[in-house]
């Protein structure tokens, strides 16, 4: 599976952006799917995830209702529409697919990686 991230780029705090990953190689309508970010001198962390059905998402604290995680299967794309902006989001940001059963929010469990895309917050 090839996952390619791209929507990212330069924004005033208070606006929004919708982040794409698109999967390629494999469908991954099955699998669970993730942002993470990983910002300068930082851990890379859980942003968001998504099961195969889109039925259930889960946020991270800093995240929660500013954030939403949906996904198209048919596309075989997931999306992160970030609204309200803060400078502290800034980060790269990665998608993830993992091909395993139950919730998935550890960065380890996750098999494939996209290469991710420069999220700049600026005041």
């Known amino acids: 599976v090839q996952l390619q991230a791209c929507g990212g780029g330069l924004v005033q705090a208070g606006e929004s952006l919708r982040l794409s990953c698109a999967a390629s190689?494999?469908?991954?309508?099955?699998?669970?799917m993730g942002w993470f970010r990983q910002a300068p001198g930082k851990e890379r962390e859980f942003v968001a995830a998504?099961?195969?059905?889109?039925?259930?998402?889960y946020y991270s604290d800093s995240v929660k209702g500013r954030f939403t995680i949906s996904r198209d299967n048919a596309k075989n794309t997931v999306y992160l529409q970030m609204n309200s902006l803060k400078l502290e989001d800034t980060a790269v940001y990665y998608c993830?697919?993992?091909?395993?059963?139950?919730?998935?929010?550890?960065?380890?469990?996750?098999?494939?990686w996209g290469q991710g895309t420069l999220v700049t917050v600026s005041s």
């Open positions: 998504i099961d195969w059905s889109g039925k259930y998402t």
């Open positions: 993830a697919a993992a091909n395993r059963a139950g919730v998935v929010l550890n960065r380890y469990e996750y098999d494939f």
């Open positions: 190689g494999r469908a991954v309508s099955s699998y669970y």
